[in-house]
């Protein structure tokens, strides 16, 4: 079962803070942030494993809270560069500990940045 | 830094039609992946591989088979495209790091398919 991003669209100016959100009905090993410009392939923003972790990258930074299987992408400042469509991917893993890195995607969440 | 190469960024088949995405990475990663993206719907797994000859069904495999005859090399099959299967497909990799948190994905470009 796919996890739930909301919102589906974000439009910002610059300078702008944004927040989009990942919940999952499962329980969840690591939550992985992914962004895709246009025509472009999907690029690696952060993991965050179950523990609560915080993780930041420059002024985008995330949070994972395990009790809830939620996790949030925070976006503060907004630059244009910050255009595209966020992807969370939850991992989980199997029986014997393994999950290969098999991650099931949200629907994703365009965010717009205007001058 | 690892890259995922697909043969073919745009194809345009006729229904029925026998259609091969390809797919090949360079650094000696464990695990590959084929992924589906679809407006709205994000990224649905197709089928995964995690060794030579190895395969797993993902979440849509109906339509569609996999082979993995060389670790590098990762190739989709539609053995009678239909219409439905217009999409982009995602080819991506991963190191095989059992719970270290650090399984990340590296996508390739993407193929375009149109089944008329």
């Known amino acids: 079962q796919q996890p739930v991003q909301s919102p589906q669209a974000v439009i910002l100016r610059e300078g702008e803070d944004a927040v989009i959100n990942c919940s999952s009905s499962?329980?969840?090993?690591?939550v992985h942030w992914y962004r895709q410009k246009h025509g472009e392939a999907p690029v690696f923003l952060m993991i965050l494993l179950k523990g609560g972790e915080q993780k930041g990258h420059e002024k985008i930074s995330a949070s994972f809270n395990e009790k809830k299987q939620q996790s949030s992408l925070y976006l503060t400042a907004s630059q244009l560069s910050y255009s595209g469509t966020y992807f969370c991917?939850?991992?989980?893993?199997?029986?014997?500990?393994?999950?290969?890195?098999?991650?099931?995607f949200g629907q994703g969440t365009i965010l717009t940045v205007h001058p | 830094d690892v890259k995922v190469t697909q043969s073919s960024r745009y194809l345009v088949k006729r229904t029925g039609e026998k259609v091969f995405l390809e797919c090949v990475q360079d650094?000696?990663?464990?695990?590959m992946f084929w992924y589906r993206q679809d407006p709205g719907l994000g990224l649905r797994l197709i089928y995964f591989?995690?060794?030579?000859?190895?395969?797993e069904k993902g979440d849509i495999p109906e339509g569609y088979s996999v082979s993995r005859e060389k670790k590098e090399r990762f190739s989709l099959i539609l053995e009678s495209a239909s219409t439905n299967q217009t999409s982009m497909y995602l080819c991506?990799?991963?190191?095989?790091?059992?719970?270290?948190?650090?399984?990340?994905?590296?996508f390739g470009a993407g193929s375009r398919l149109t089944v008329l």
């Open positions: 650094m000696d990663h464990e695990n």
């Open positions: 991506a990799s991963t190191l095989n790091r059992v719970g270290s948190g650090a399984n990340v994905l590296t």
């Open positions: 991917g939850t991992e989980r893993l199997d029986r014997g500990g393994t999950s290969y890195g098999k991650l099931t």
């Open positions: 499962k329980a969840l090993y690591s």
């Open positions: 591989s995690y060794d030579v000859k190895m395969k």
